[in-house]
């Protein structure tokens, strides 16, 4: 009998026992090694080379809490969300996740293709490393994903079916709890600010009772609005990239909720990128064309978004009362209003709150760190309390390069 | 073996035979009478009688397809919806529904309350009866119902539980297709004018495409809101009355959903009770005193619905965010919003779409009722276009008297 039959969680010897019994092209491989390469907060991936061929595989097995927190206990159906999902995007935006061969409903793994040729955009941004696609992916991935499981498009019924069958109310609760809640009261009191600015943060998010009351709208909306079937995690941790390739991978988090919660999070996780680069970069022709390369892609993930939006919905729009005159218009905006909050929402969220990213985390000076935190975090209050303005790219590119301006001069006069 | 092991759609024979084997009270019952009462469109209700006690029993069995028309083939999972709705709509709003005795998933039924000794309130309004506690009752229900199954009080986890429990996906189409795509479309040719009415309705209705236009967004809201477990179809004839007791019946539509859903069908279905009586009643102090019961009724239906929803928010809040100053005004002012979108669909497509009611149809004066008609389509079409404009009840009542008066003034000079 296989050992296989119930579930434990694996060590790297297991992982390749496993692959031997269970992935046909392995089967006869005498000769594999495996590590453990996660990083990530909720599960373990393993990453197995066969020494001869050359050829390799991952395999990411989900564990019953989250590795960063025993507090965060998690049921391990993420795993099987998982892989459905990597499966339907596959089938919706062709090319842009990895191929999955082969899901285990028993151990709680998935075995899938190995991008380890590919960066994690994050990683890559910090080295100001370019990718002329990226905006173009991304807007087909989100327009195609987004647009194709609503309700614009799908079948009424099918699509409850999917409402329920991606149910993922253990990990929207992280989410609840971290984006939506913490950042604003701290009610759990896990809060992490940088010294410098815990007065600053205190007066100005805390104390701003305006914009904590649009926060609870938001949250509202994305605890009641199931529109699309969102990848629900996706920040530029979650994308990997080589030159002309972006694949989205870790879409645990999926589940129906606003379509902007998807585009707004990866808008806060660019601005991160471009708020790094602009205020620790000396100033160099490699500063300057890397910084006008992710200004268009900031603009163009907008604009390609709402164009390939648009040109899908009449493509497939099957709905009889969607097709009303200027309804797409009218739905693309609301989605808009929903990107510009979501994206503020984040910004705040990775500076408050308790999970940081390194864009801002590896700012060693704390002076200098403060000020890039408060750009975006005023970036952040104009996208939440205005965030029935921001209509095209050049609206976000705008407002962050203004406040940028405003926070060096705050600097200088210091 | 009983025979009731397998589903089968029961005779009145039958259903004696299984309260007899099912229902202990009735084990020992040789004088039992049976017969089947059902007038909706979905269900066979079959009242049982024990002629020596005079106690009595309702059995509600879901066929197949719906009993007005093949047409619609429908899951027997309504049942089960109609069963738990009924218990958990007991739980939170104690003796405004029939007591559940028993719920069968293998024959698709529910053994009940007999609630013979009241009246379906249609069928009562359309005698200009008047019920004291009738607002007071149904605000109590909805306010409970909708706001103890939301995030503002759930834990959101067990709220996503229900929310899947909850799926209807069959029920739903029928809604979306009857009250938020045919009134406006005729798209499958179902629609059913009165000729005196046709060309009226064609330029005012179908050719109003600001009309379309809201209601598709108010559509897109139905299809993708899932506020509160909504009872689904709570018009007047899913209400039983008595003098100083009021049973809401027939939850089988009952799914997640946006809160002003339930209460705008309330407030359309007694907007036609009062038209009728307006419009067929000659002037009489009978006439008053019941037109001003039914006036006070609907601006007490959303006043104390709102009283109450507050004060509940207030004793039942545990959202944290949802705790922000003026959160529970900001929310209820949403709700009202839908309340009255939806009061204006309903009151469209029980005109114009298949599905009528009888305040209308007992108009056997063409003249007459193409005219009621007229003033219901021009309020319906104020509280979806201007549906931001009715915050209190005096807001619903006031359209409604003026449009009454100018249809009056209309039929005076034809």
Redesign the interface.
Known sequence: MSKFNQYFLMEANDVIEYVQEKVSTFKNSNKLSCKEIGDGNLNYVFRVVDQESGSSIIVKQAGDTARISDEFKLSTNRIRIESNMLQLEGSLAPDLVPIVYYYDDTMNCCVMEDLSDHTILRTALLNYEIFPNLAEDLATFMANTLLLTS?VVMN??DK??M??NY????L??IT?DLV??EP??N?KNRNDLLPENQEWIEQNIYGD?KL??E???L??DF?????ALLHGDLHTGSIFVREHSTKVIDPEFAFYGPMGYDVGNVMANLIFAWAHAEFTLPSSHKKDSYLQWLEGTLTDIIDLFSNKFLTMWKQNVS????K????DR??LDSVLVDTSGVAGLELIRRIVGLAKVKDITSITDNQLRAQVERVCLLTAKKLIIERTTFKVGTDYVNTLKNEALLGKKVMKND
């Open positions: 309700d009424h019924q409850k079916n409402v329920k149910i993922n109310a253990d929207c609760e609840e939506y809640s604003f009261t009610y009772k904590r009351f926060a609870a709208k949250k509202f605890l009641t609005n199931a529109q709905d009889i009362m969607a009303e005159d200027d309804f009218w739905y």
